[in-house]
């Protein structure tokens, strides 16, 4: 059964600083993507990133990028500059037949 | 573009109540749509998933159900409310069941039971 673990529950991280969330997952497919989700206290999920299994490069959309490591089974997320806005619960998310959560990281930014 | 709505967006029931949670997907034909719910501090547990009208998958037995009367209406129900049925539903949908396939979440439900 795959299974995604966020081993870090709460995080913090300075304003303009760089914090990294970790999750791992195990799996025994090969076609799979990963994902994070953002759920700030509005509580709607928004994705953030998401990166595809088959591909070696790794995503980055403006200042959220992710450090994949396939035969690892790990799927950091890496946030620069970090902002007021970034505050919020962070869930890596695991896709192969159905999607699997961790059970989410919650960053504090300090300003 | 596609939206989603959930309504309400706050409920307050007692124990032993009926519930009725709706979703409903614009901008898209024959999505998959999907029930999720977060108790306090939790990640997301899958209750149910739709591929198409009237086809229902459960992954968690409980007292709750879903019933998809149209193509892009998803309802979360239950005969009678538990006080473990608390919690934040949220309503997901996606192109496919695919691996290629993000689910975009609706802006969600919290539930309360007393």
């Known amino acids: 059964a795959q299974t995604v673990t966020q081993s870090q529950p709460e995080m913090s991280v300075q304003e303009a600083e760089t914090v990294t969330l970790s999750c791992t997952y195990d799996?025994?497919?090969?076609?799979?993507?990963l994902f994070w989700y953002k759920q700030p206290p509005s509580r709607q999920m928004i994705l953030v990133i998401r990166q595809e299994a088959y591909k070696q490069q790794n995503a980055t959309e403006n200042r959220f990028s992710v450090n994949f490591q396939k035969a690892a089974k790990s799927f950091s997320l890496k946030i620069s500059d970090s902002q007021l806005g970034d505050a919020a619960m962070y869930f890596c998310?695991?896709?192969?037949?159905?999607?699997?959560f961790g059970t989410g990281t919650s960053l504090t930014v300090i300003p | 573009s596609q939206t989603i709505h959930q309504w309400p967006a706050t409920l307050v029931q007692p124990v032993g109540s009926p519930l009725s949670l709706e979703c409903t997907v614009e901008g898209t034909s024959n999505p998959n749509l999907y029930w999720y719910r977060q108790a306090a501090g939790r990640g997301l547990q899958l209750l149910f998933y739709?591929?198409?009208?009237?086809?229902i998958s459960s992954e968690v037995p409980q007292n709750l159900s879903a019933s998809r009367p149209q193509d892009r209406q998803f309802i979360l129900s239950s005969k009678k409310l538990l006080l473990s049925d608390s919690g934040f539903y949220l309503c997901?949908?996606?192109?496919?069941?695919?691996?290629?396939?993000?689910?975009?979440f609706g802006p969600g439900t919290r539930l309360t039971v007393l």
């Open positions: 799996t025994s497919e090969s076609d799979y993507y």
């Open positions: 997901a949908w996606s192109r496919g069941l695919g691996s290629t396939d993000t689910q975009y």
């Open positions: 998310a695991y896709r192969g037949n159905q999607f699997y």
């Open positions: 739709s591929v198409g009208i009237g086809q």
